[in-house]
Structures are given as C-alpha cells and as structure tokens.
C-alpha cells in the first residue's frame, strides 16, 4: 500500500517561495503520475497540477506560471514550488498518485499539511 | 476559465435517496471527461468513491453509484446512512492535461 507524506514550512511570507516535498513509500514513484491538490481553510479543494516521472507536467491555469512541479525518483520524491505567494495561498496541501490502472483519478492521498503566508 | 458546479448542500434522511450533480461551465459533461467522486470528513484526507463515470473504488459500498445525467455527472446515495455525512467533490479530465475539482457538496443525513 503507497503512502504519501507531504513535508516543508508550515509559514511563508508574503511575496517568497512555498515549497513543498512528498515523500513516497510503499511503492516506487515510477511509472506513475502525481499531483498535488490544495485546500484553503474551510473552502473545497483545488487542483494545482501533476507531473510524470518522467518529468512531465501539467499545472492549473489559474496559477499563471507561479507553480513549478519537479521530480526526483532517486529519492521517490517529488516536490512543488509557489513563487510569489499571497494570503490567498494559505491552504492545506496536499500530495496524491493517480490511479496506476486508469490515470484520471486519484487512488492515494497523504494528509496533507497546513501552509500559511503570513509576515 | 472553466468552472465545475455542484449544489453547495443536500439534506437526506436516514435510508433516503440523494443525488449530487457536477456541471461544467463550457458545456456538457460526457465519459470523457473521466468523471471521479470523492468524500471528505473534516481533517481528513479524501476517499475515492467513484472513477470513470460509475467504477466504485474497492471497498466502496453498493450504495454508491455514479452516472451521467443529461449533460452532468452524478453521484447518487441510495440508502444513506448517518456515516455518509460528508463533503463530496467530483473531479473532471477537462482538456489536454488540465483537471478541475467542482465546487464541493455537503451532505447532511437527518
């Protein structure tokens, strides 16, 4: 059974950098696809972008070029980064895989960790 | 920008019937767009309940089932149960690599 666990700093600033790692274990990070999903304080989740193991991506429009989603499989990890981040941004993130049988849905989530911006 | 629109609340009473839609603000919702349903308790993470349409995950019980309806995806609950209080998302294949969750249903069984 996979297990994803996500890992960074609970507290941003304004205007800096949110970065994020999930750690997977359990499994092997190939050959599959992974996302990574947010969720704001008492609001519905949001879809923020997937990538490949390969290295290939996909992020949310809405995020205008601020997201960036790496991969490391020497490490089964992989990781998101937030530039220029707001309050807005102030969510619980979470990290998922999608289904290895049909990938268009998420069939493993980690608890996800709370990231405030704040000064 | 795409939109993905669920009712924000359902009531149902104990062994009724309740169905949740998910619509997609550039047009209708087909099999393509791979529909999957997810329930979620507070402070936990999301259960995958339904995939592609009408796939239950493993584990899910019968009372769960997913269609599309017109030109919505939907979840519906027959016999509902007190443990089915829960927020429920549906999650679309919207085009060329890009997913929208919709905007989230809460259930409330009394």
Partial sequence: QVQLQESGPGLVKPSETLSLTCTVSGGSITPYYWGWIRQPPGKGLEWI???FYNGATSYNPSLKGRVTISVDTSQNQFSLRLYSVTAADTAVYSCARYSPDNPKHFDSWGRGTLVAVSS | QTVVTQEPSFSVSPGGTVTLTCALSSGS???GHY??????????????LIYSTNTRSSGVPGRFSGSILGNKAALTITGAQADDESDYYCLLYVRSGIYAFGTGTKVTVL
């Fill in chain 1, 49 to 51: 972008g997937y990538i």
């Fill in chain 2, 29 to 31: 919702v087909t099999n």
């Fill in chain 2, 35 to 48: 529909p999957s349903w997810y329930q979620q308790t507070p402070g936990q993470a999301p259960r995958t």
